[in-house]
């Protein structure tokens, strides 16, 4: 259709992306098969079938029970190549994605084998595919800020690949309070700072990413319409949200489609973007996140391309860069 055929060719930037949210059951049966895992179910459309969740926590207990089967290097290879090739054929030109090493390392799998099959496949990427990256590293908030500074600690070796920290997992009952001091570590050692908020936990979530964690930007974000206050912050210090409406719907943070707050955002001036979050697991990665909000919402081109334009500005491109890639959007 037009609307497909306009969202293609909108050269676009992916903010807020969890590559084991890539997975891909295709591809998670076929490194199982290689490292003589046997999963809990019987075939690829046995898995699609529990792909069916009523809440953030429903999902993450079948996202970490996938990520077990991730091993070796090449293993962490060959899930960030598949996003990012996927991707490629979407005209996403610009990613910064986040992974979970705690997921990994809990396992017993070394940080650098998870680190360097990521960066080598980043890598690649930005020399065949032309597609320039950032690589967030998330603390998983359902464990301690201890074990947070565990893994900060284990990064640093690896600090010259990794441009910023975020905050993902079980949001209700973990709030960005809990992780003060190892985001204050993580900004002093270089990091820049995200941390998911306002996704299924209170407006006062984000009001302590902002204020206590001091991040950059808000990942979803979406009950923020909920305090006059905060929405009057986030426009007037341009705090970008990353929004993700697929995830959003799946997840039950909205109802359905039509109730996503994107165009809202837009129409009172905030840098709202938009993403996908665990494209594997929501149905759809970038194209399929514009086309299914612009549906919904009515979106026409000129917000459609402010969404692309949005998410450049957010990104952590250079001001010259980021120039460079709007002008295309328009
Ligand atoms: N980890 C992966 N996806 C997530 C989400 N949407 N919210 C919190 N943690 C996550
Ligand atoms: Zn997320």
Redesign the pocket.
């Known amino acids: 259709t037009e609307l497909k055929k306009v969202i293609q060719g909108i050269p676009k930037a992916e903010l807020h992306l969890?590559l084991?949210?890539s997975f891909e059951p295709e591809l998670m049966f076929k490194i199982a098969k290689r490292n003589k895992i046997v999963l809990d179910y019987a075939s690829i459309d046995s898995l699609k079938e529990a792909y069916k969740f009523n809440n953030?926590q429903e999902f993450?207990d079948l996202?970490y029970i996938g990520a077990q089967v991730l091993l070796h290097e090449q293993d962490f290879f060959d899930l960030t190549w598949a996003y990012l090739t996927k991707v490629h054929s979407q005209n996403v030109v610009h990613v910064e994605v986040f992974f979970?090493p705690q997921t990994h390392t809990d396992r017993g799998v070394p940080f650098d084998v998870v680190i360097t099959g990521i960066h080598k496949a980043l890598e690649k990427a930005e020399h065949e595919l032309h597609i320039s990256y950032r690589l967030i590293m998330s603390y998983l908030r359902h464990l301690s800020e201890e074990a947070a500074f565990k893994t900060l600690e284990s990064s640093l070796p690896y600090k010259d690949w990794i441009d910023g920290v975020g905050l993902?997992?079980s949001?209700l009952g973990n709030p960005p309070s809990k992780f003060v001091n190892v985001f204050k570590a993580s900004y002093n050692y270089g990091y820049t700072l995200v941390a998911?908020a306002g996704?299924e936990g209170p407006v006062d979530y984000i009001w302590q990413a902002l204020e206590l964690l001091q991040v950059v930007r808000i990942d979803?974000g979406n009950r923020c319409l909920e305090d006059e206050a905060l929405v009057k912050r986030l426009i007037e210090e341009k705090i970008p949200l990353t929004l993700?409406p697929l995830?959003n719907v799946a997840?039950n943070v909205i109802q359905k489609m039509e109730d996503h707050p994107a165009l809202k955002m837009l129409e009172i001036g905030m840098i709202a973007t938009i993403h996908s979050?665990?494209p594997a697991y929501f149905g759809g990665y970038m194209n399929e996140n514009y086309y299914e909000t612009a549906k919904a919402l009515h979106l026409n081109n000129s917000q459609l391309k402010q969404l692309a334009i949005n998410a450049f500005e957010a990104s952590w491109l250079t001001r010259e860069t980021k120039e460079k890639h709007i002008a295309h959007v328009k």
Request: glycine content about 6%.
């Open positions: 969890h084991e949210g953030l993450l996202y979970d993902d997992s949001e998911h996704e979803h993700c995830s997840l979050d665990d």
